[in-house]
């Protein structure tokens, strides 16, 4: 588990140094801040970006049907709230099977 923390460490500080602008390996202080928030929220039980996307589908389907999300799915609605790369493929994956199911409705 300390090897998946520190690499999450590692990819929230990627992030940030690209979102930022920055390419000189300092960070402005919002960065930093989000940045800090985000490894003091991170917790031991949590699923990664590979095994989030794995469930992607089935998800999707949950939250399109309007039902409740079960408990074996409570680490993939976890990680979206915290991952933005992997909550933009849910949301582009949302609205692709919205536009193919012919309702086009916008949460």
Request: net charge negative; hydrophobic share 35%; with cysteine.
């Amino acid at each position: 588990m300390a090897l998946h923390w520190l690499t999450r460490v590692l990819n929230k500080f990627r992030s940030a140094r690209q979102t930022s602008g920055r390419r000189n390996g300092y960070l402005d202080t919002l960065t930093l801040k989000r940045l800090v928030e985000g490894v003091i929220s991170t917790r031991p039980d949590e699923i990664g970006c590979d095994e989030c996307f794995e469930e992607l589908d089935r998800f999707a389907e949950l939250v399109l049907a309007g039902r409740e999300i079960p408990e074996a799915y409570r680490l993939v609605q976890d990680h979206l709230e915290r991952c933005g790369d992997c909550r933009e493929e849910f949301e582009a994956l949302l609205e692709a099977l919205r536009a193919l199911n012919g309702s086009g409705e916008a949460h």
